[in-house]
């Protein structure tokens, strides 16, 4: 790890610490809080549908970004320069088109059809599904994937406090997981969404700050561009990769706006619409949650670009900082923050919005992954449990999802566990695939059906398992096609197969289409 020569830059330094102690307490303390407000499964899982606007908005974003928001995509742009920009297009356009299309219509269904509090309920509940197998199916999936995207979280916790504390990584691994699940067991969603609502404020403060220092330091925006033109003559090229020299290519390019296709069926940020408070609030969310995504995805993109000027600034290489892209934030942070203890306690609140980028995402994951055990397993076999064990058998869900995500995450000597950005990747691609055609298809086209709803769900997340680790793996490097981002192929496979399984199948039901007509009346 690196921290400029100071009296106060020790192998520990005990003002991060501090700030680091404190940060945790306060959100384990919002835990304890909402741990005594929970009355039933609506309240652990969607807050009891009494969220308002603000918290929904950043919760929503900030369980969206985790954090490959301050370690992945900086990482991916110090690498591959503004080209890797595309990516950050992509989630700005599906950010806006899922608040814009689906919000308001899902909070409305899902509350019209059994009041559902999960989306496996909800895709149950839409169609009247008896034999219980769209349910089992939708659990399933989200367990498995949220066992990746977890995993990708713990690996980040890892990455800051070794990088900071000069600790193990497998010891730094097992304290982060042990923090998120602590507070998650505690509060559930209520918890879960006003420590993002915290979380969300600190990740924005401490996104912008930094590279608006580091580009002042260099005298301006102007300075800052020629700078960089002189360090790569392709780091701000849009359409070229920096570290080839190669053209992106429509390959290149579509699978980066394919991860704003990912938006539609990301369960941790589709129940924040089901929970919000009023659904005419709706609007009011979707601006709060656009201002803060595209100041965020901007603010990413370019600390992964000024890391290069940054360095060259302080006359140090990559590999004397750790020679891993994705610690760049918290280098520039040890860095920029060091001359006195009132900058190092500065820089402690800052590296604390790393951990906030990762609690944020990952005790939603967790928390969606435990009601899909729970409500949507568990409950179907044990019909007669009572709320206060269904609340017990939540908890444990989240910690048996918790250790297996960690057990991932030691797998250090494999190149995809190591890796944020990877991991991530595929849980969004998964994710996306799996649900994002049949929720598109189930709030606005009356005629699909629980086949074709079954039928596309499996369909899209073998297909991402199958193009990432055979056809990816063995193929892309002949034929090109096959390096195109698994959620692209899989989201369209998914919606083909659903639309042609339920035009071939037998017809909803009267209850159903009435259902489907009323809701599309209310909005």
Not at 119 to 125: A, L
Not at 279 to 297: D, F
Request: aromatic letters at 12%.
């Amino acid at each position: 790890m690196f921290f400029a020569a100071s009296a106060v830059a020790t192998a520990i330094d005990w003002c991060i610490v501090g700030s680091f102690v404190i940060y945790l307490l306060l959100m384990l303390g919002i835990g304890f809080v909402f741990s005594k407000k929970q009355e039933n499964m609506g309240d652990y899982f969607l807050g009891g549908r009494r969220m308002n606007k603000w918290v929904v908005a950043l919760s929503a974003q900030a369980s969206d970004m985790s954090g490959w928001l301050l370690m992945g995509l900086p990482g991916a742009v110090y690498v591959g320069g503004f080209s890797e920009a595309w990516i950050g297009i992509g989630l700005g356009i599906g950010t806006y088109l899922n608040w814009k299309i689906v919000a308001h219509r899902l909070r409305r269904y899902s509350q019209a059809c059994g009041d559902a509090i999960t989306i496996p309920d909800f895709i149950s509940n839409r169609f009247r599904d008896q034999s219980g197998i769209a349910r089992i199916v939708a659990a399933l999936i989200i367990l498995v994937f949220f066992t990746f995207y977890t995993a990708s979280g713990f690996v980040a916790a890892a990455k800051l406090f070794s990088s900071m504390f000069s600790m193990p990584y497998m010891t730094a691994l097992w304290i982060g997981a042990i923090v998120v699940v602590s507070y998650t067991l505690l509060g559930g969603y209520m918890a879960v969404c006003w420590t993002d609502f915290i979380q969300g404020s600190l990740m924005f403060v401490a996104i912008v700050l930094v590279p608006a220092i580091v580009v002042c330091n260099a005298g301006g925006f102007a300075d800052t561009v020629d700078a960089l033109n002189q360090i790569n003559g392709n780091l701000l090229n849009l359409f070229t990769a920096a570290n080839t020299g190669k053209a992106c290519g429509f390959i290149g390019l579509a699978s980066c706006m394919a991860w704003g296709l990912g938006y539609f069926g990301m369960p941790h940020i589709l129940v924040r619409f089901m929970s919000i408070d009023n659904p005419a609030e709706v609007k009011g969310s979707r601006r709060i949650a656009m201002t803060w995504v595209t100041i965020s995805l901007g603010a990413a993109v370019v600390i992964g670009l000024v890391f290069h000027l940054w360095l060259k600034q302080n006359g140090i290489t990559l590999e004397q900082v750790g020679n891993d892209p994705e610690r760049c934030f918290m280098v520039m942070i040890n860095g920029i923050f060091n001359s006195n203890v009132l900058a190092r306690v500065f820089a402690g609140v800052l590296l604390s919005a790393i951990m906030a980028a990762i609690m944020s995402t990952a005790d939603s994951q967790l928390l969606v992954s435990a009601s899909s055990f729970t409500n949507d397993l568990y409950k179907r076999v044990k019909k007669n449990a009572s709320n206060k064990e269904l609340i017990l058998v939540s908890r444990v869900a989240v910690a048996a999802v918790a250790v297996v995500a960690a057990g991932l995450a030691m797998n250090t000597e494999s190149e995809f566990f190591k890796v944020v950005m990877k991991m991530v990747s595929f849980a969004w691609g998964g994710f996306g695939a799996s649900f994002g055609p049949l929720i598109l298809l189930a709030l606005f086209w009356k005629r699909v059906n629980l086949a074709g709803a079954v039928a596309g769900m499996v369909t899209g997340s073998a297909t991402c398992f199958v193009w990432k680790f055979v056809l990816a793996a063995k193929f892309a490097e002949a034929h090109p096609i096959f390096g195109l981002y698994e959620l692209a192929p899989g989201f369209l496979l998914a919606l083909v197969v659903t639309v042609v399984v339920s035009l071939c199948t037998k017809k909803p039901s009267d209850e159903i289409v009435a259902e489907f007509d009323r809701v599309t009346a209310q909005n």
